[in-house]
T-cell receptor
């Protein structure tokens, strides 16, 4: 199994630009999570999906952030427009109902907004 | 709302020293508990987990953790650390009662093992 796949691994962009982060969960997993990691705030849940449906998006910082999961094998996290304070590592994780609450993390996308 | 506290933010040990990292959570109901490790430049990996049963849980690489319900704690231990254990360690909790599938993470403890 390839594990959770995220792309790009690194992204450097200028303030105001649109950023799209991508995630492919482990095949067969029915829940997908987006986390953000910063020095100041640690690991924060942004949003999670169950069976492609957003369940809890209370962690999404503001309207500039949006996430979609059009099918069971793909999700995107979009920031538009991006700001320097969005600089962080964004992790995607997935799980299935057979492993209650045990999540498998992707390698992360390191986003730098200048 | 549930929360997780890791009081040790940065720990420096010499090789062969014993390790104990503290983790306390706030939720009073039924919980699942986890320790994740993040090696430099890598993603989070599951170290060990507690769902039910024996409160002393053994994980990979010689790590263990003990769930003490009365103290709302799930401390991570290792009798003798190695230089390769240098990493950041995260405690996480999930409440069984709310059905919320997401994990709540602590702020992490950065462990530095000196050779």
């Amino acid at each position: 199994d390839a594990g959770v796949i995220q792309s790009p691994r690194h992204e450097v962009t200028e303030m105001g630009q649109e950023v799209t982060l991508r995630c492919k969960p482990i095949s067969g997993h029915n829940s997908l999570f987006w986390y953000r990691q910063t020095m100041m705030r640690g690991l924060e849940l942004l949003i999670y999906f169950n069976n492609n449906v957003p369940i809890d998006d209370s962690g999404m910082p503001e309207d500039r952030f949006s996430a979609k999961m059009p099918n069971a094998s793909f999700s995107t996290l979009k920031i538009q427009p991006s700001e320097p304070r969005d600089s962080a590592v964004y992790f995607c994780a997935s799980k299935n109902s057979g492993t209650p609450y045990e999540q498998y993390f992707g390698p992360g996308t390191r986003l730098t907004v200048t | 709302a549930q929360s997780v506290s890791q009081h040790n933010h940065h720990v420096i040990l010499s090789e062969a020293a014993s390790l104990e990292l503290g983790c306390n959570y706030s939720y009073g109901g039924t919980v699942n508990l986890f320790w994740y490790v993040q090696y430099p430049g890598q993603h989070l990996q599951l170290l060990l987990k507690y769902f039910s049963g024996d409160p002393l849980v053994k994980g990979i690489k010689g790590f263990e953790a003990e769930f003490i319900k009365s103290k709302f704690s799930f401390n991570l231990r290792k009798p003798s650390v190695q230089w390769s254990d240098t990493a950041e360690y995260f405690c996480a909790v999930n409440s069984m009662d709310t059905g919320r599938r997401a994990l709540t993470f602590g702020s992490g403890t950065r462990l530095q093992v000196q050779p």
